[in-house]
Nanobody, 129 residues
Framework: QVQMVESGGGSVQTGGSLRLSCGAPRYSHDFSCMGWFRQVPGEEREGIARITREGSTFYADSVKGRFTLSKGDAKNTIYLQMNSLKSEDTAMYYC???????????????????????WGPGTQVTVSS
C-alpha cells in the first residue's frame, strides 16, 4: 500500500501564497506522472497541475501563471507553489500519482481523477478577502 503524504495547506488572504508538498518516500518505484487535483463540495475534482518523471509540467488555465509545480530531490516528491491566490482557489487539494503512463498523456488536458491510482488524504486551502 503506497502512502502519500501531503502538507502545506492553510488559510491565507487574497493575493497571498502557500506551498503544498507531497511525497511517497517509502515507495521504491518512480511515479511517471504526479500532480494535484482540487475539489470543492458539490463539484467534480479538477486536475490543476501535473509533472512527469523528467520534470515537464502541465497547468490548467485556472492556475497557469500563478502556480508552479516542481520536483523535490527525494524520489516521488513534488511541490506546488501557489502565488496570487484568489478566493476561487479555496478547495481541498489532493496529491495524486500514476506509476506508468505516457509523457504526452501526463502533459495533456486528458487525465481525469479516475486515471490516478495513488492519492493523498487531502489538504485544505482557504483564501479569504
Amino acid at each position: 500500500q503506497v502512502q502519500m503524504v501531503e502538507s502545506g495547506g492553510g488559510s491565507v488572504q487574497t493575493g497571498g501564497s502557500l506551498r503544498l508538498s507531497c511525497g511517497a518516500p517509502r515507495y521504491s518505484h518512480d511515479f511517471s506522472c504526479m500532480g494535484w487535483f482540487r475539489q470543492v463540495p458539490g463539484e467534480e475534482r479538477e486536475g490543476i497541475a501535473r509533472i512527469t518523471r523528467e520534470g515537464s509540467t502541465f497547468y490548467a488555465d485556472s492556475v497557469k501563471g500563478r502556480f508552479t509545480l516542481s520536483k523535490g530531490d527525494a524520489k516521488n516528491t513534488i511541490y506546488l507553489q501557489m502565488n496570487s491566490l484568489k478566493s476561487e482557489d479555496t478547495a481541498m487539494y489532493y496529491c495524486a500519482a500514476v506509476l506508468t503512463s505516457f509523457t504526452s498523456w501526463c502533459l495533456s488536458p486528458s487525465p481525469e481523477s479516475d486515471d490516478f491510482s495513488y492519492w493523498g488524504p487531502g489538504t485544505q486551502v482557504t483564501v479569504s478577502s
